[in-house]
C-alpha cells in the first residue's frame, strides 16, 4: 500500500512539473497584443512566428528580403536565449515567405546557415503565401524547440 501511494505522489509530483508553462516576452522585442512571443511547457520552447520589426514594432527592411531574414533570424535568437535555449535546439521549423519565388530560397538558405548546423538543421517547412498580417512583411518565422534538460 505504501509503494502504491508514494507512486502516486511521485507521479501526480511530475505530472503537475509537466504542466507547468512560462510565457515570456523578451526584452530586445516589441511587445505584442494579443499573444505570447515564446511559451515554454513540459520541455518544449514554442516561438510565435517572428517578423522583421524592431523594439518600436517598425518594420526594418521594407521591400528587402534579405535585410528581414536577417531581422528575423535575430529577434529568434533573443527568443530563443530568453527561453534559456539556442539555434541548435531547434528541432522544428516554418517559414512563410509572400509570393515566394524560386530566388527567394538562396537568399533564405544564405542567411539560416548563419544561425543553422548545416550537419543537423532541424525539421522545416517553406510556404509561399499570398499575404501576412502587415503589407510590409516579406517573410515569417516560427520555431519549436526543446529545452536543455
Do not use: H, W
Amino acid at each position: 500500500m505504501n509503494k502504491i501511494i508514494v507512486f502516486l505522489f511521485l507521479f501526480c509530483g511530475l505530472s503537475a512539473a509537466a504542466q507547468q508553462r512560462k510565457f515570456i516576452n523578451p526584452e530586445g522585442l516589441n511587445k505584442p497584443t494579443g499573444y505570447t512571443q515564446v511559451v515554454v511547457a513540459g520541455g518544449t520552447v514554442y516561438i510565435s512566428g517572428q517578423v522583421s520589426v524592431d523594439t518600436n514594432g517598425q518594420v526594418v527592411g521594407k521591400g528587402d528580403l534579405r535585410a528581414q531574414v536577417s531581422k528575423v533570424y535575430s529577434n529568434l535568437k533573443v527568443c530563443l536565449a530568453a527561453a534559456g535555449v539556442t539555434f541548435s535546439d531547434v528541432i522544428k521549423m516554418n517559414t512563410y515567405v509572400v509570393n515566394l519565388k524560386p530566388e527567394d530560397v538562396a537568399v533564405i538558405r544564405e542567411v539560416r546557415k548563419e544561425y543553422l548546423s548545416e550537419d543537423n538543421p532541424p525539421a522545416s517547412t517553406l510556404v509561399g503565401v499570398f499575404a501576412l498580417v502587415n503589407p510590409d512583411f516579406l517573410i515569417e518565422i516560427e520555431v519549436i524547440a526543446r529545452t536543455k534538460q
